[in-house]
C-alpha cells in the first residue's frame, strides 16, 4: 500500500516531536507495540494501516507522558491507564498539528481497550 504525502508529514511530525523530547520512534514489523523505557523508545507495528499505525504511535506517546501512578496495579488501574494514554495522545496530535478522524480513531481505542475487559457472556 503506497502512502501518501500527507501520510509521510504525519509521522515526521510524530517523530519530531518524540526527538524533541530525546525519544526514537521504531516502525517495525514486529508483532507488538510498545515501550522500551531503558532505550527511550516507541515500537510501533507497521503491518497495519496508516491511520492505526499514527494513532498507535499517538496512543504510545500517551503512555510515555502519562503521570497516572496508581498503588495497585489492579484490573480496573489498567483500563483507566489504557484510557487516559489514548486522551494524552489525542491532545499530542492537537499540538502538533495532526487531524484526528474520529471515527477511526474512537473505534480503534474501544477496541484496543477492549482487550483489557472481559465481556460477559450473554
Not at 35 to 42: A, G, Q, T
Not at 58 to 86: K, Q, R, T
Amino acid at each position: 500500500m503506497q502512502i501518501t504525502k500527507k501520510q509521510e508529514e504525519e509521522i515526521e511530525k510524530v517523530r519530531e516531536f518524540l526527538e524533541d523530547n530525546g525519544i526514537e520512534l521504531d516502525l517495525s514489523l514486529e508483532d507488538e507495540n510498545y515501550i522500551d523505557y531503558n532505550e527511550s523508545k516507541i515500537v510501533v507495528h507497521i503491518g497495519q494501516p496508516h491511520k492505526h499505525i499514527l494513532y498507535t504511535a499517538l496512543h504510545e506517546i500517551g503512555h510515555y507522558f502519562n503521570d497516572f501512578l496508581p498503588a495497585s496495579n489492579s484490573h480496573a488501574a489498567v483500563v483507566i491507564e489504557e484510557v487516559l494514554a489514548w486522551d494524552l495522545g489525542k491532545d499530542v496530535a492537537a499540538t502538533i498539528g495532526i487531524e484526528i478522524d474520529e471515527e477511526v480513531w474512537n473505534d480503534l481505542m474501544v477496541e484496543c481497550i477492549g482487550k483489557y475487559i472481559k465481556y460477559p457472556t450473554i
